[in-house]
């Protein structure tokens, strides 16, 4: 009892004496890693400053400045007086940071985009639809539309279609793994590492010069001509299409072999019995299996073409009849300094993804009253 009676008060004590400590540390310790990620954002913003260094102080940021942020923050929350206090504040604690960075880096610069598409190009005067007119009339942008629905039909019907049956196939054999990870491996590369790769494979070179590019040796080396294959207006959309498509097949074949595997084997194998074939089998019993897969596959890469720039920039910047919409904004935003036009364009492109994610969010939910 005695010795139970000394260990008490001096715990308290000690705890008495901590609690000061602790609570001066929850306070200071935000401000000064804010101070801290105020002052990294700023370095990392300085073209002068050492690459590798950059580098460093951003991967640690990331990785330890939100860290402690948010332990230094979970502990002011136990500061509060209520438990009830507490377990109202602390799921804002965990979500405020995410929330103030959509805010900030997503919707203010939405409704930004919005208002200045109604104003000239400088952001001085309010110009009404003017540059909505521009959109809809000029050469270039007519081009960039029809070139837009083009990508989405052609980019979404091959990737998906290149992605079922490649997942359809490899599913029966018995290297799938391996299959997959060859036809997925391109989804590990960039869009403009892409592109790159591409640019040596489309290489073109006068007859009498040795060709670099890939698909021109071997036509030359067949006895055929070398063909500008990025210049040629009747095709080379379709060469920057068949890009987006090696991109996207891995991603399609991935999420559509998972749906695949989740179709019961005891409906095929009923069919079977009754004597269906595999072509039946497939599409009145597998398709309507994974219908809702499809489309969410379909969405999610039509979103992704909608989008497409970097493709484009990158293997001719819009010239020859290869204009998108949005390499167009970046052309009247970043080189032309036309901020109304760019907005404008950017508008558009918000309003042309809204009905595929509605559609999105609507097959979501009949597959979740299905299930």
């Not at 790159?196 to 040795?210: L, S």
């Not at 409906?267 to 019995?273: G, K």
Request: proline residues 4%; charged residues 10%.
């Amino acid at each position: 009892m005695s010795l139970q009676s000394n260990k008490t008060p001096q715990s308290l004590a000690d705890i008495l004496t901590l609690a000061p400590i602790r609570l001066v540390a929850s306070l200071i310790v935000p401000v000064l890693t804010f101070i801290i990620m105020y002052w990294s954002f700023n370095f990392m913003n300085d073209k002068e400053a050492p690459k590798l260094l950059v580098m460093l102080v951003g991967l640690f940021i990331g990785i330890f400045g939100v860290w402690i942020l948010y332990w230094s923050t979970d502990n002011l929350v136990s500061w509060l007086p209520t438990e009830n206090l507490r377990q109202g504040v602390r799921p804002f604690v965990f979500v405020g940071p995410a929330m103030t960075m959509l805010v900030t880096f997503l919707i203010y610069p939405t409704f930004n985009t919005i208002y200045l598409s109604f104003k000239d190009a400088r952001s001085v005067n309010f110009v009404g639809l003017q540059n909505y007119v521009f959109a809809f009339t000029s050469p270039d942008m007519k081009i960039a539309f029809v070139n837009n629905i083009t990508w989405l039909i052609v980019v979404t019907t091959g990737s998906v279609m290149f992605g079922l049956l490649v997942a359809v196939l490899v599913d029966r054999v018995s290297y799938e793994g391996f299959a997959k990870s060859l036809i997925f491996l391109p989804m590990a590369i960039s869009f403009v590492g892409a592109s790159v790769i591409w640019r040596f494979v489309y290489a073109y070179q006068p007859a009498n010069r040795p060709q670099i590019g890939i698909l021109n040796a071997l036509l030359v080396m067949f006895g055929g001509d070398p063909i500008g294959w990025l210049i040629e207006r009747s095709f080379n959309n379709f060469a920057l299409m068949a890009i987006m498509i090696w991109l996207q097949t891995g991603f399609c074949m991935v999420i559509l072999s998972a749906a695949l595997k989740g179709v019961p084997t005891e409906l095929m194998e009923a069919a079977r019995i009754d004597g269906a074939n595999e072509w039946q089998i497939f599409f009145s019993i597998v398709i309507p299996q994974i219908y809702g897969t499809i489309i969410t596959v379909a969405t999610t890469v039509a979103i992704a073409v909608l989008k497409v720039f970097d493709v484009v920039f990158v293997m001719t910047s819009g010239q020859h009849g290869t204009e998108v919409i949005a390499n167009r904004m970046y052309v009247e935003t970043f080189r032309n300094r036309d901020f109304g036009h760019g907005s404008a364009l950017s508008v558009i492109l918000l309003i042309a993804v809204i009905p595929i994610i509605v559609v999105n969010i609507r097959n979501f939910r009949e597959q979740r009253k299905s299930n």
